[in-house]
């Protein structure tokens, strides 16, 4: 009794059309909201709090918040794109966060573009109400924004 082979050219081609279907699909927009709702899925339990004063909150609690939308005072509308912890050394001041850390928004709507360099008061439908100083992240991403939190 023969046993067929399950590498054949059809299925090589089949195979490989369906990898560069997913791999389009995870690069898109939509893909990207899928991702960032399964990365929400596998990482319930990560640190961080919710609902809290995101003015005073540390950096697990913003990170939970990746992908959660802000309004401004402009009317633009912030997405929460990324949360990168600087490397520290030491124990740190008083009254300061813990770990120092960078938010990086993109500009998703509202009319006109955002100065270089701006202070914002922004809401947060979890984090409240408070002002934020935001500046250019680089040239080449003009809807780009980072805040840096000490």
Known sequence: ???ESLLSRRNVIVGVGGTVAVGAFAVSDAGQ???QAF???LWKNRPGRRNVRLSSASVDDWAIQVGSKFQTSTGHTLKLADVRQFDHQGKRPAGLRDRPF????EVVSG???LPDQLLLRINHSEGGTFDLFLTAAAPDKPNRRIAVFG
């Open 102 to 105: 960078v938010a990086g928004f």
């Open 33 to 35: 909201e899928q991702v």
């Open 1 to 3: 009794m023969a046993i």
């Open 39 to 41: 990365k929400q899925q």
């Open 111 to 113: 009319k006109g573009t």
